[in-house]
């Protein structure tokens, strides 16, 4: 997966940290997470705020609906 990968990155989330709340998440965490992921392959400084609060919304919504 890639920062791009958005959706997949929030299903991703969502199984591995099915604990957390989504919208507490701050976003070092929510970095240091999506690097963690088993299957991520990108590079860390393509990361920006707006890629972050993309899969932030994705994975809310993803537990919404």
């Known amino acids: 997966m890639k920062w791009t990968d958005i ?3 929030s299903i991703a989330l969502s199984e591995t940290r099915a604990e957390t709340d989504p919208a507490a998440v701050n976003f070092v965490d929510l970095r240091d997470w999506v690097l963690g992921l088993p299957g991520f392959d990108d590079v860390p400084e393509r990361c ?3 890629i972050l609060e993309a899969i932030q919304q994705a994975w ?3 537990l919404s609906s």
């Open 60 to 62: 809310i919504d993803n």
């Open 7 to 9: 959706n997949d990155l």
């Open 48 to 50: 920006n705020e707006k």
